[in-house]
Nanobody, 118 residues
Framework: QVQLVESGGGLVQAGGSLRLSCAAS????????MGWYRQAPGKERELVAAIKIGGSLNYADSVKGRFTISRDNAKNTVYLEMNSLKPEDTAVYYC????????????WGQGTQVTVSS
């Protein structure tokens, strides 16, 4: 059973920064791509960033240039550095391993809440 624990969320003013962490047990991050998702109230969950096993990065247009995804395979942890935060970034953020074609593999965790105030 894969356990995913997201942390690092909080309340921040517009223009601020946060660094989210996702720690996993039961599955090695190194053998899968990893993705960060978010779900805002009343909206569908969307993929905002992904990092492939080869190291290539992909971002949603809405966060490109502001968010950075990275991974530490030794710690089995993936990170999402968020800069220049906007109120529209407010959402619950989730992580999940991805198939080679970018589809989520595991069960969804509880996520971590990010709230950006203006």
């Amino acid at each position: 059973q894969v356990q995913l624990v997201e942390s690092g969320g909080g309340l921040v003013q517009a223009g601020g920064s946060l660094r989210l962490s996702c720690a996993a047990s039961g599955r090695r991050f190194s053998i899968n791509a990893m993705g960060w998702y978010r779900q805002a109230p009343g909206k569908e969950r969307e993929l905002v960033a992904a990092i492939k096993i080869g190291g290539s990065l992909n971002y949603a247009d809405s966060v490109k240039g502001r968010f950075t995804i990275s991974r530490d395979n030794a710690k089995n942890t993936v990170y999402l550095e968020m800069n220049s935060l906007k109120p529209e970034d407010t959402a619950v953020y989730y992580c999940n391993p991805l198939t080679p074609f970018g589809l989520p593999i595991g069960s969804w965790g509880q996520g971590t809440q990010v709230t950006v105030s203006s």
